[in-house]
């Protein structure tokens, strides 16, 4: 398994603003996930984030809107740009360390006023 | 339809009982299939992969069922801390990327 940290664990932010969610692992992973869950909702992937090439965005996300980098094999982060409170959110990070098992980050917590 | 469904409960069940999950998928050409647990304001935690030949992790058993394309959990002697959504996980046609179910939200009751 691997062990995933994220941060911030939550924030408050005004609209308009953008903000950066930092995903770290502790062991190094070829493939790096960024979902999002809407209260009540399920998880839906935003972004598959591989280290060396581009993220592949599913289909309703855009890079304009999320950025994301993959700098290395254990680290990657995800800003939610130019956000309206429709972006409030909870965002997870995952990584699959070998197998085809997910372990996901404990989660940011975004409020958009 | 949904790619995974999955019935979202709510089960009320007494400790002790046996309960059990379906989750239907749409995409036979999914090879990877998992149960993750997910408690309140918390991130999804694997609870078990489900092979071919189905398989048990202490009161936990996974089936898999291809010709129906489902999956199912059962657990045996429910504890009052196996309350949690349980969600449904199949990848996409055999890619990494993971479908989500809605989840099953189980409440077991002392």
């Known amino acids: 398994s691997a062990v995933i940290s994220q941060k911030p664990s939550r924030d408050i932010c005004q609209r308009g603003t953008s903000l950066t969610i930092q995903c770290q692992v502790d062991s190094q992973v070829t493939m790096m996930f960024w979902y999002r869950q809407q209260p009540g909702q399920s998880l839906t992937l935003i972004a598959t984030a591989n280290q060396g090439s581009e993220a592949t965005y599913e289909s309703g996300f855009v890079i304009d809107k999320f950025p994301i980098s993959r700098p290395n094999l254990t680290f990657s982060t995800l800003t939610v740009s130019n956000m309206s409170p429709e972006d409030s959110s909870i965002y997870l990070c995952s990584a699959a360390a070998g197998g085809h098992e997910q372990f996901f980050g404990p989660g940011t917590r975004l409020t958009v006023l | 339809r949904k790619e995974v469904e999955q019935d979202p409960g709510p089960f009320n069940v007494p400790e002790g009982a046996t309960v059990a999950f379906n989750c239907t998928y749409s995409?036979?050409?999914?090879?990877?299939f998992f149960w993750y647990r997910q408690d309140c304001r918390k991130e999804p935690k694997l609870l078990m992969s489900v092979y071919s030949s189905g398989n048990e992790d202490g009161r936990f058993t996974a089936q898999l069922n291809r010709a129906s394309q489902y999956i199912s959990l059962l657990i045996r002697d429910s504890k009052l801390s196996d309350s949690a959504t349980y969600l449904c996980v199949v990848n996409s046609g055999g890619t990494y990327k993971y479908i989500f179910g809605t989840g099953t939200r189980l409440k077991v009751l002392a």
């Open positions: 995409n036979s050409a999914s090879q990877s």
